[in-house]
């Protein structure tokens, strides 16, 4: 038995039950929002409510995962866009030679908090639509099943690759194996005792997984049935629709200048 | 079984390339049609080549150096690709963990018939069908298939394929990773083969193909291949073929434990028997009289010294798997004492937490309630280093931890790991290389290796740094019969002659009644005895209770004396009928 790797959180949310396609569209939604506008307050409202989708689908674990990425986008994103700006308003911070003024504060803000957007939306997307979904609903989009397929194989050795790292690891902890401490020279060599096994484990299994989907009839060109429900209900139509809107009216609003900085 | 045989090879060559050795050579043979055909021989000896021409795999997606003729009821299998005949021939490959491709237990399932084209309705029956064949309906289908315990995983790759009802159904060591009771499931399910239409009311597959390692499958099959030497040794019912045990150990293959006893007792081959109720009748024919007086107290194997000093001591152990949903509670409130010397074997069936105990004992895992002690202290008090010095582990798979150019630093990966260096980390590597038997085998590279022999370098690395207990998980899996018993041989010494402590996961019941003077068994998380192996044979009443399932020598004891304690070995049994002769 092993923990959970995959970035599917399995549990029975409304947004579990959306049709991928309706979800692709609903996150897309928050992405325009966060991407046609600038202000950072404007923008925190979509960044918001990605997270708050986030945490009410339990993708607590994965946010996790992420959250170093998060916090270095913040520091870097103050560090470099101020370096490609020019200053404006009322200086905010002065601490030595670091002198940051309002404008550059809140457009380093703005595009730090719509990366964010992207970011936890991909989240959101990711921990409520499992491989199935998302290449039944890539193949309904029109794109065809080779490359669905491929994308759903790359999600599926993403756990397998763990699982075996972990098994790995565990067979050389016991056998004493310390992979972390020294310098990056001995810590290189701390990795070959995992490395070797995982890679010839993984390529192993990428042969067996081969000759199994042969032997299990699968055929990339041929026609294929999909099994489990996968129609748009009234709910996917109407976060479809709104989703639209949103995206519409966003896009007017910042044409029209509001939102700007 | 029809006289148009299901699946045909004719003066079949086989190489895996043009510098490679020959596999098969020229290589005859009928796969019978409405029969269970077992394919026997030695680890390396072909077996798995042969099951991947069955489907075309082999010309047609492994290409190699081929030559020769494969007929499947009027196609040519040479030149059809494998997945256009998967509707008709199913394919279990041996790694079950890379044979899973869905997120769910519903998804994997429909993953098959879906590649086939079937209407969603249907694809809804057949999951049904399929996971109430594997014995999985009772689990959640939305769990993840990487959340099942091992056996688990094998019995939904199983259903996967079964899901397409194919005519022929091939599997490459099946019950490898099953309980007893769900290997004997699984036999009668692939046993109860159906005559005719098999797309309506699917019951089963028609014909059924099987590699396996356990004689006691070998022996319920309509037909055996033995394969020796890349070419066919012999081929036909199971009792011509598993009498002859000269012809047997020739081709590294177990001999029917009831065949040994007989054999032994001066019984021609032509009347050897097979099942205890045919050796049962046999020993009122001839007149044996069975004396279980003869029989010794402790295992068979003279194995497990009771040293009454406590190693481990457990008391109200708990530990639970998270997951999205609720967390599965994997060992709960287990008390368990391991003396020093002592030899157990940890058996139940898939899923009742064996493996995640022996994590515990080792200290891979924490418990989330109760304490663990070695030696008096608590496992959590000592460094991983001194705690991995003290307890070694041996996984399942060997390739899960090997990576070293040499057989020499593999084993030393260990010990240096520990601390030793110079001339007492060689003596250590030396000896424990001499104590598997692979010291001539030291500058090889580990990957070129057999199974057996990577399985004994795994074993070397952790007796270098002498720990005073080591823990098998399913060490034997994948060997063949001599592969199996040298290395249960060995485990045997190192516990009687350097006192050893072994704690053994397996659901092999013939090595618990030989080598384990005191099994523990465990179901849902929890022990449910704790006692000598002899008790526990003894008491078919228990042994149903946790489905296991008493070796044939132990069937026959009690069949002939239901009240005294069974004889656990082939040598017991010859002793307790009189003696060889």
């Not at chain 2, 489907?55 to 007929?71: A, C, H």
């Not at chain 2, 207990?469 to 899996?477: A, M």
């Not at chain 2, 060995?490 to 006192?499: A, I, M, P, Q, S």
């Amino acid at each position: 038995m092993s923990q959970a790797y995959a970035p599917f959180v399995d549990r029975d949310t409304i947004v579990h039950r959306l049709d991928p396609r309706a979800k692709l569209v609903g996150i897309s939604a928050l992405f325009v929002l966060a991407y046609v506008f600038s202000n950072p307050l404007v923008i925190a409202v979509p960044a918001l409510m990605a997270l708050a989708l986030v945490l009410s689908v339990g993708g607590y674990r994965n946010l996790r995962r992420v959250r170093v990425i998060v916090l270095a986008l913040f520091v870097v994103g103050f560090v470099v866009w101020p370096v490609f700006l020019a200053p404006g308003g009322a200086v905010l911070v002065a601490v030595g030679p670091v002198v940051l003024t309002e404008r550059e504060v809140y457009i380093a803000l703005g595009r730090s908090l719509r990366i964010v957007t992207f970011i936890l939306g991909g989240l959101v997307f990711v921990s409520t639509t499992t491989t199935e979904e998302l290449v039944r609903g890539l193949r309904q989009l029109g794109v065809p099943y080779p490359i669905c397929f491929a994308v759903g194989t790359a999600l599926r050795l993403f756990p397998t690759f763990i699982g075996a790292a972990g098994t790995v690891r565990q067979a050389q902890a016991a056998r004493g194996a310390d992979v972390g401490g020294g310098s990056i020279r001995e810590r290189l060599r701390g990795f070959i005792p995992l490395l070797i096994p995982v890679f010839m484990t993984a390529f192993r299994n990428i042969q067996t997984q081969s000759m199994a989907l042969e032997a299990r009839g699968f055929d990339p060109m041929g026609g294929r049935s999909f099994y489990g429900d996968l129609r748009f209900q009234r709910r996917d139509w109407l976060l479809t629709l709104a989703s639209f809107g949103v995206m519409g009216l966003a896009t007017l609003a910042a044409v029209q200048g509001l939102g700007r900085i | 079984m029809s006289a148009d045989p299901a699946i045909a090879l004719a003066d079949v060559t086989f190489a895996y390339g043009p510098d490679e050795p020959t596999v098969l050579e020229g290589v005859d043979l009928a796969i019978p049609r409405g029969a269970v055909t077992v394919i026997v021989g030695a680890s390396g000896g072909g077996k798995s080549t042969l099951l991947s021409m069955l489907n075309g795999l082999i010309p047609s997606f492994i290409r190699g150096e081929f030559s020769g003729s494969i007929q499947a009821a009027g196609t040519d299998l040479t030149t059809t690709r494998t997945n256009a005949v998967a509707d008709r021939i199913g394919m279990v490959l041996q790694d079950y963990e890379a044979q899973l491709f869905g997120t769910s237990i519903t998804a994997e399932v429909a993953f098959g018939p879906e590649n086939m084209g079937v209407a969603p309705a249907e694809i809804d029956a057949r999951i049904d069908r399929a996971l109430a064949l594997a014995d999985l309906d009772a689990i959640d289908r939305r769990r993840p298939p990487a959340s099942l315990s091992g056996g688990q995983k094998q019995r939904l790759v199983i259903a996967g394929v079964a899901a397409m009802q194919p005519e022929v159904m091939i599997l490459d060591e099946p019950t490898s990773d099953l309980d007893p009771a769900g290997t004997e499931a699984l036999l009668a399910v692939l046993q109860r083969v159906q005559g005719s239409s098999p797309a309506v009311d699917w019951a089963g597959p028609e014909t059924v193909v099987m590699v396996t390692h356990a004689v006691e499958e070998a022996i319920g099959a309509d037909h055996i291949i033995m394969l020796a030497d890349g070419g066919v040794a012999a081929s036909g019912p199971p009792e011509v073929v598993l009498r002859d045990a000269a012809a047997l150990r020739a081709a590294r293959v177990g001999v029917p434990p009831l065949v040994t006893v007989f054999d032994a007792l001066g019984i021609d081959r032509e009347a050897l028997p097979l099942r205890p109720q045919a050796a049962e009748q046999l020993v009122a024919a001839e007149g044996f009289s069975y004396d279980p007086t003869a029989l010794s107290a402790g295992a068979p194997a003279g194995t497990g010294g009771d040293t009454g000093t406590e190693l481990f001591a457990l008391e109200g152990v708990r530990y639970a798997y998270a997951t999205d949903r609720e967390p599965v509670v994997a060992v709960d409130a287990v008390d368990l004492q391991i003396d020093r010397g002592a030899f157990i074997a940890l058996v139940g069936h898939n899923g009742s937490g064996k493996s995640t105990l022996s994590k515990l004992l080792h200290g891979l895992l924490e418990p989330a309630a109760g304490s663990v002690t070695l030696d008096g202290a608590p496992l959590a008090s000592y460094a991983a280093s001194e705690r991995g010095r003290r307890i070694g582990y041996v996984f399942q798979n060997p390739d899960h931890q090997l990576f070293a150019e040499t057989v020499r630093d593999e084993v030393a990966f260990g010990p240096a790991n520990f601390g030793y260096s110079g001339s007492e980390l060689d003596q250590r590597v030396v000896a424990a290389l001499e104590t598997v038997d692979l010291l001539s085998l030291a500058d090889e590279d580990p990957f070129k290796l057999s199974r057996g022999q990577r399985q004994r370098v795994a074993l070397a690395g952790v007796l270098a740094t002498e720990p005073s207990c080591i823990i098998f998980d399913e060490p034997t899996t994948g060997l063949d019969a001599t592969q199996h018993g040298q290395f249960m041989e060995l485990v045997g010494r190192l516990n009687r002659t350097e006192g050893l402590t072994v704690v053994m996961i397996t659901h092999d019941m013939e090595t618990v009644a030989r080598y384990a003077p005191r099994t523990v068994v465990m179901d849902a998380g929890r022990v449910v005895f704790d006692g000598r192996t002899r008790a526990l044979f003894a008491d078919p009443a228990l042994l149903a209770r946790y489905q296991l399932r008493a070796p044939q020598v132990t069937q026959l004891a009690h069949r002939l004396a239901p009240d005294a304690p069974p004889a656990l070995s082939e040598r017991e049994l010859i002793t307790a009928l009189g003696g060889a002769r």
